[in-house]
């Protein structure tokens, strides 16, 4: 393989920006301009209805050409599984391909003949990453070489498999991918030929580790939703004659109104899918005896406050004095609907789940509570749009009372991490000066990694003000 990386893929020379296009010398001026043109195009929010779209209905996809062809089609594509998974469209462009690479993002355009990149995001940091997929790209190419060329000798047998919509993080999987699903969903109901596109998707494919909700329940679809082993996927769509593409767009800028829809359709259809379920019925019935009810994000996957089973503690008791029938619900490690959710919790949030063992000890037996630990977003859905109000870690934690339940809380958080991806008006942030970061490894300082202290009456006395000042808004 080392051999294929040196003789295959070779030198690699990145682009990071449309002006640095121009000094190029592997392209002429037509083609410069053609990628700038096609760089315009991935920008537009609508450049991915327009793929999904042709891929659904004609089983292709067709772009401008930037070789001197009226367009480059594409009906082929190998995914890897790096990085939280890339998939690589490979287009025909008269004597030459290109491939354009796909996450919950276009993230950039390979050259083979030119060795040559363009890193579609700007940032210079991810070529090292990006040289890594191009070499495991040629190297999975030349793996199943033998049934690519056999696919190709029948290139008019070819159609779409499916759309790939999995993502091993939740936060991704709702935010980034289920709005560019539901804004095609809307410009489908949109067409005025009324052929209605969204309702033929053939297949929806998925990983175990990344169906975090099911497209075709959501929606209703009448296809098949089919969950496969990632290292297998290439060799089933070549045997089977299909391709794949993911929903994905550089310009995820989309309405309140849309964005609200889709808040909306989650939490009434996990509503009725957890009321299915008897037992599941039961237990959350319950919750109409307590108020308020309290949601406590404790997931420390990768950071986390160190006293929160002190902190916890401590709200619940102050809480209860004043709220008797107060309620709470535990939160962390979400399991996708393909895992098995007592295994996902013995295996892989054992942490959480001690946590979780932790506070329940210290609070009073008498006082309702809900352990979602290791739960499905579905169940998480609708049990977050029941609460009154929440205390999370300020990252994934908020996303499902919050971003998609609109709840109200605090949130916590170290003093490097970035939280614009996270941010939301109903959340507030406990101030920077109340935390002290606490660096156990050197080479993991940076934000995601990094767990943090705060004094727990700091953090009771702050919550206890915006939890009265939410129930008396709300009352009103």
Request: hydrophobic share 35%; glycine share 6%.
């Given at each position: 393989m080392e051999e294929v990386d040196k003789w295959l893929t070779g030198e690699l020379t990145f682009y990071n920006n449309v002006g640095e296009i121009n000094s190029a010398k592997v392209f002429n001026d037509y083609e410069k301009g053609q990628i700038k043109k096609l760089y315009s195009q991935i920008m537009d929010p609508d450049f991915i209805n327009n793929?999904?779209?042709?891929?659904?209905?004609?089983?292709?996809?067709?772009?401008?050409?930037?070789?001197?062809?009226?367009?480059?089609?594409?009906?082929?594509?190998?995914?890897?599984?790096?990085?939280?998974?890339?998939?690589?469209?490979?287009?025909?462009?008269?004597?030459?391909?290109?491939?354009?690479?796909?996450?919950?993002?276009?993230?950039?355009?390979?050259?083979?003949?030119?060795?040559?990149?363009?890193?579609?995001?700007?940032?210079k940091y991810r070529n090292k990453n990006l040289k890594k997929h191009v070499q495991q790209l040629n190297r999975e190419t030349v793996?199943?070489?033998?049934?690519?060329?056999?696919?190709?000798?029948?290139?008019n047998r070819v159609s779409l498999y499916g759309l790939l919509v999995s993502c091993q993080r939740p936060y991704h999987y709702f935010r980034d991918f289920l709005p560019i699903i539901h804004n095609f969903?809307?410009?489908?109901?949109?067409?005025?030929?009324?052929?209605?596109?969204?309702?033929?998707?053939?297949?929806?494919?998925?990983?175990?580790?990344?169906?975090?909700?099911?497209?075709?329940?959501?929606?209703?679809?009448?296809?098949?939703?089919?969950?496969?082993?990632?290292?297998?996927?290439?060799?089933?769509?070549?045997?089977?004659?299909?391709?794949?593409?993911?929903?994905?767009?550089?310009?995820?800028?989309?309405?309140?109104?849309?964005?609200?829809?889709l808040s909306n359709l989650l939490i009434s259809k996990s509503i009725e899918r957890l009321l299915e379920q008897q037992k599941e019925r039961n237990n959350f019935e319950k919750l109409k005896d307590c108020f308020p009810i309290l949601w406590f994000g404790i997931c420390g996957e990768k950071r986390s406050w160190i006293e929160k089973a002190e902190g916890i503690q401590k709200i619940v008791r102050e809480v209860h004095k004043l709220y008797p029938n107060v309620g709470i619900v535990l939160d962390g490690l979400t399991s996708?609907?393909?895992?098995?959710?007592?295994q996902f919790r013995k295996e892989s949030a054992r942490e959480d789940a001690e946590a979780a063992k932790q506070i329940l000890n210290r609070i009073d037996p008498s006082i309702p509570s809900f352990n979602l630990i290791g739960s499905t977003s579905k169940k998480k859905i609708a049990y977050a749009s029941q609460i009154d109000f929440f205390l999370t870690s300020y990252s994934t934690d908020t996303m499902y009372v919050a971003h998609v339940c609109g709840k109200h809380g605090v949130a916590h958080l170290n003093t490097i991490k970035n939280i614009n991806l996270h941010k939301h008006p109903s959340i507030y942030k406990i101030p920077d000066k109340y935390v002290k970061n606490i660096l156990v490894d050197k080479n993991k300082n940076e934000g995601p990694n990094v767990s943090y202290s705060v004094d727990p009456e700091v953090v009771c006395t702050i919550f206890m003000k915006k939890l009265k000042k939410s129930l008396s808004k709300n009352r009103k």
């Open positions: 793929l999904l779209n042709m891929a659904i209905e004609k089983n292709e996809i067709l772009i401008d050409s930037i070789f001197g062809n009226e367009k480059a089609s594409s009906k082929q594509s190998i995914y890897l599984p790096v990085h939280m998974g890339r998939n690589f469209l490979r287009f025909i462009d008269g004597n030459e391909s290109f491939y354009i690479i796909q996450r919950f993002s276009f993230t950039g355009i390979y050259f083979p003949a030119r060795k040559t990149v363009f890193e579609i995001t700007g940032k793996r199943i070489f033998d049934k690519i060329v056999t696919f190709l000798k029948s290139i969903r809307h410009v489908s109901g949109l067409n005025i030929n009324k052929t209605d596109p969204f309702g033929k998707i053939p297949k929806i494919i998925s990983f175990e580790d990344g169906m975090f909700y099911s497209i075709k329940n959501l929606y209703s679809l009448p296809c098949e939703e089919q969950v496969v082993d990632k290292t297998d996927l290439n060799e089933i769509l070549y045997n089977n004659y299909g391709f794949i593409i993911q929903p994905s767009s550089n310009n995820r800028h989309y309405s309140e109104k849309l964005l609200s829809d996708t609907e393909a895992q098995n959710e007592k």
